[in-house]
Every structure is written in structure tokens, then in C-alpha cells.
């Protein structure tokens, strides 16, 4: 485990980020991570059994024993829903990856952007220097999320990553977006 260790929840405005629990597997599989639509741009098959689900939930608590943090559920501070998630893949101390996948209907309200805004708060806690996403260069609104976080494109990233929800096998073209801190 890291030195700085990440708190395991934090709250905004509107939402509650907390690390997911074995709880959680069956709202997880059926609020985002089954649906095709939603896992279009992901680098992650789309579920297909509650299985998928818990082994990214065993991932999940992987990573947070071995680093400062993890994997965020994204909920609704109002209501408790489930929206989608957001959080860490740690390659070294300082240096991390970032993503978000939000539910169909949660999609264009501002929760991606405020969930990624907690999310680079948590980093500069947590001792990051190097923050960054990856997107498939045809997903616009990811981009629009990561540039109004203060993401800046450091370039497109040819043939780099496989997208198995869009085109299974061959790798795709990403623009790479990313925060010193």
C-alpha cells in the first residue's frame, strides 16, 4: 500500500465517489456495465454475466490494496443511484490513468465532468504528477469532458488501442489527454 493513501469516498455538489464493494456487483452490471451502448468507447468487454462484473470488483480491490487509490462508483448524492464510475489505474506512484463510463441516462447533465473534477482533486492528494485518458478519437464528449477539466491533448496515438466493443482485434487510434499536477 502507498504512503499517501486516497480517501475512499468524496463528495461534490451533486455526488458521492466511493470504492466499490462486493455489494455493489449486481447494480454495476446492470445500470452500465451490460449495456452495449455504454461500453462502446470503453478498452473493456462489455459484461456479460454478473461474473465480469465481480472480477472487476476483485481488480478493483487489487488496486487499492497496491496503491494510493482505485476505482470510484459514481452515485447521486439526491437519490443514492448508481450512475457510473470513475477513478485510477496507477502505472507508478506518480503517474496514473483516468477514466469515467456513466449510465445512458445520466449521460449530458455535468456528472462526468464533476466526477472527473473530484477525481483530479483526489490526484494532487494522493501524490499524482502525471494524470491522464485516453479516448477513442472518435468520441467527442469524452474529449469536451477531459478539456473542460483542464486535460490538455498531448497528441493522437496511431493503431494503440484495442476498443473490444467497437472493433474487436484491431487496434484503434486514441487521442491522449493529459494533467501535470
Not at 32 to 52: F, I
Not at 109 to 133: F, M, P
Request: hydrophobic letters at 40%; proline letters at 6%; one cysteine or more.
Amino acid at each position: 500500500m502507498s504512503e499517501l493513501q486516497a480517501p475512499t469516498s468524496v463528495t461534490t455538489e451533486r455526488l458521492l465517489l466511493r470504492r466499490p464493494l462486493p455489494s455493489d456487483a449486481a447494480a454495476i452490471f446492470t445500470r452500465y456495465a451490460a449495456d452495449p451502448e455504454v461500453t462502446r468507447y470503453m478498452a473493456w468487454p462489455t459484461h456479460q454475466t454478473l461474473a465480469d462484473t465481480q472480477a472487476f470488483l476483485a481488480f478493483s480491490d487489487e488496486h487499492w490494496r497496491q496503491w494510493p487509490a482505485g476505482p470510484y462508483l459514481v452515485f447521486a448524492k439526491d437519490d443514492g443511484r448508481l450512475l457510473g464510475g470513475a477513478g485510477f489505474l496507477f502505472e507508478t506512484s506518480s503517474r496514473a490513468m483516468t477514466g469515467y463510463v456513466l449510465a445512458r441516462d445520466s449521460w449530458g447533465r455535468g456528472y462526468a465532468t464533476e466526477a472527473l473534477a473530484a477525481v483530479v482533486g483526489v490526484a494532487r492528494s494522493a501524490g499524482i504528477r502525471r494524470l491522464y485518458a485516453l479516448c477513442h478519437v472518435a468520441h467527442d464528449a469524452s474529449t469536451r469532458v477531459l478539456e473542460k477539466c483542464g486535460f490538455e491533448r498531448e497528441g493522437t496515438l496511431r493503431c494503440y488501442e484495442e476498443f473490444p466493443n467497437l472493433s474487436p482485434g484491431e487496434p484503434s487510434d486514441v487521442i491522449c489527454h493529459a494533467l501535470i499536477l
